[in-house]
């Protein structure tokens, strides 16, 4: 027997030395990247750079809200903070690493769809693991996977967590290859592409019925929303602690305009956020041509994002900016 | 719960542990119990299908053995078809059956309509059923004596490495060793039991689960790509479906063989076959044997006239197809795999003169060859199984074979599913096509040393390049 336990000793002596040595060096190329999802976390857990404005959502708010705009309208400055699937339980985590390192921000836009009280489990969990030493990381997300648990008394096991993106983003940061045009952050914000020939193409096409027919129902599960209401109080506690001016907004999707999911998110989010007195509204929902300003069903190309954001910078300005200087 | 998630990585050892610390006589308890504890890990209240399966057989079988009148043990056996393949129905093909008689009254313009049942298919119900039922149909034809220990007979159908996708055991093999789980482990089973699970996890988590991702977005959308696209997808759902299944059965045999059990081998390296009927008794052998034994032979076998030969190969291959799911796309898999077979048998002749003639002199370019030939029959029935219907099957087919155009698309969806997914997944393909080939030239098990060399290769390359993801595997839906 004593053969046989040997064989398996090697055997997994080797796979955890390799998985350590892997993890170490992912960890290495994570913590040097500007590329979107990891370097967005990147920034707002190591970098200090503090902003007036800081945006939060989905990948909405990633690519809608460009925040140069912002500041060259509102001469405030601006971080998008919107990540890639991101839901109530990302934006509590990212705002509290936010105002561990930084003083709280003026204005605080919290981008909302139709997914913001629908979506109470973790999109992408992996992207948080280079930082899962972090305490507000770890607090934010222990209590909705096991595998955070697992993760934080054994990190090296992440590498068996990390997506294939998330791998090739370790390896081609630490070969010292930026990233993609597309997919490079520039304060946080990524740039959709205008494409004349069309990114919006067929396949964009052809999925916009079941699209439009997703968004045209009412809201599902009256378990998830209560979850979700839940982690906005608690998100609106932040703000009130430090002050914070909140403006709620949404940008325009295709159909939004008449989406009773929208409608119905939009005022229980108003409801709940009532009593909060430094709140502010800019709800832009009207429909807008597809092929010029969309970059698929729910995302729109940066012609459309440099549309949205003026309107946006022009409300604050005006409801903020100068209020304040009266 | 999953193979492939962090609990079994716990639970598995805890019950090796305890198993080895338990007295003999208390091995089967624990097993039992370890076996409920992991199919409720899914769905506890699931468990009574089971235990009525279990409770229902046990008795039906026990009364066939004993009873004396050839009327009341038709009768008994009859009993427990109708409870086992009811259940079947009403669990998996209830709503297949219900759609299309509801399809077919709106044609004929009858008002009716009757509601589809909201149930949810059980774990592994195909798997346990068939078991279940092989046993009863070898105790009817006194083939098998019943087993009189309730407790035995309960693990025997829910033994945990092979309760939810097989292999599909044999009571005569399985209930024998479950009898008597004395510490027959040597150093051959502790190491050959490691070698399958590591093999299996490598098939799973670095191959199948990373495919899974191109596979997944093509066949949901095959209109938006091109043919280039299909074809690939098709290809890597082959291998998809090949690692996941065969990586299941490497798990859950080497689980048990960890366990002192040896479950019989369910693949052979089925895509090294060089013909049809040789890749049916290397894929899944476990189903195709049950079904050879049950299905085929009781309706006559190859030992009738020509026609009716080739009758009983269809109808095989058609409830084979059925067994797979409740959708025409599986019958139209059987039924292409049947005719597979049946055409092999008509031109068998003019088969064998053409390769005499071409390779007579290259056996092995002939081989080569025929590999390939019966890799692509396979290939093209993938289609009909992994497809959402008939239609987009065969729309897939056609784009194939219109392979040049459309290729501006190409770009998209490579850029989209990545270059490091797509480099892993070939390097990965390429390993493990290296290491079945070493395996069956039995160059990889010709040493301690070698075997540790190629593990030890095989456990670094999935801990650092599969993805504990914890998808399922494919046949839990089955």
Known sequence: MKKSFLFIAITLLTGILSVIAADKLLQKGFHSTNEDVIGKLNELMADTSYYQVLCLGSSRCLSHIDPFLIQQITGLSTYNGGLNGGTLIDYNIVLDAYLQKRKPPEVLILHIDFMTLEKQNISELPRYFPFISNPGVYNGLVDYEPSVYYVNHFPPLRVMYYYDLLKWIGIKSLAGIGARNEWQMDRGFVRKKVNPNGNWNSYQEAGLSEYLRAINRPLESSQKVEKCIQLFSQFLKTCEKFNIQLVLTSSPVIGGDKSPLYDETVRLMAEEAEPYKPLKFWMHRKDMDRRQYYFDHTHMNYQGAEYYTRELANFIEAEYVQAKRR | ?478
Not at chain 2, 385 to 403: P, S, T
């Open chain 2, 1 to 478: 719960m999953l193979f492939n998630s962090v609990q079994f990585l716990i639970f598995f050892p805890a019950v090796l542990l305890l198993f080895y610390l338990l007295p003999v006589r208390y091995r089967w308890v624990l097993l039992l119990v370890a076996s409920f504890y992991f199919y409720m890990a899914w769905k506890a209240e699931y468990v009574l299908l089971i235990i009525a399966s279990i409770l229902i057989n046990y008795w039906c079988a026990n009364e066939i053995h004993s009873s004396e009148s050839s009327s009341r043990r038709k009768f008994i056996f009859r009993l427990s078809l109708f409870f086992n393949l009811g259940m079947l129905f009403v669990f998996k093909y209830f709503n297949f059956f219900n759609d299309n008689l509801n399809e077919l009254f709106s044609l004929t313009g009858i008002g009716w309509n009757s509601p589809a049942a909201d149930l949810i298919l059980p774990m592994g119900i195909s798997f346990y059923t068939f078991q279940v039922m092989s046993y009863v149909i070898d105790v009817y034809k006194y083939n098998l004596k019943p087993e009189k220990h309730l407790g035995i007979f309960s693990l025997f159908v829910t033994f945990f490495p092979q309760l939810v996708a097989g292999p599909i055991e044999r009571a005569g093999n399985l209930i024998s060793q479950l009898r008597d789980l004395r510490n027959k482990i040597d150093n051959e089973a502790v190491i050959s039991g490691f070698q399958l699970i590591v093999i299996g996890f490598f098939k799973k988590l670095v191959i199948a689960d990373r495919v899974s991702v191109y596979v997944d977005r093509i066949f949901l959308y095959p209109e938006g790509y091109s043919g280039l696209h299909i074809a690939i997808a098709v290809f890597f759902f082959s291998v998809q479906i090949y690692c996941d299944f065969s990586g299941y059965s490497d798990i859950a045999t080497g689980s048990a063989r960890l366990l002192g059990v040896r479950l019989m081998d369910n693949f052979k390296s089925p895509y090294f076959s060089t013909s049809i009927s040789e890749f049916w008794s290397r894929w899944h052998i476990s189903l195709s044997t049950w079904f050879r034994d049950y299905v085929y032979i009781p309706l006559g076998g190859n030992r009738v006239v020509k026609w009716k030969w080739y009758y009983n190969l269809i109808i095989t291959f058609l409830v084979s197809g059925f067994w797979h799911g409740a959708n025409w796309t599986f019958l139209a898999w059987g039924f292409i795999h049947g005719s597979y077979l049946v055409l092999g048998l008509l031109f068998s002749g003019f088969n064998n003169k053409i390769g005499n003639a071409l390779f007579g002199k290259m056996p092995l370019a002939g081989k080569l060859i025929n590999m390939t030939i019966t890799f692509i029959l396979v290939y093209f029935a993938w289609i009909f199984f992994r497809a959402e219907n008939i239609g987009e099957a065969f729309f897939m087919i056609d784009k194939i074979m219109h392979l040049n155009e459309d290729l501006h698309l190409f770009e998209i969806a490579i850029a989209d599913f990545g270059v490091f997914s797509m480099m892993v997944s070939w390097f990965a393909i390429l390993l493990l096509v290296l290491y079945e080939f070493l395996l069956a030239k039995e160059i990889i098990n010709k040493s301690y040393y070698s075997r540790l060399i190629t593990t030890t290769i095989l456990t670094v390359v999935t801990l650092t390049l599969g993805e504990m993801g914890s998808k399922s595997f494919i046949y839990f839906q089955f």
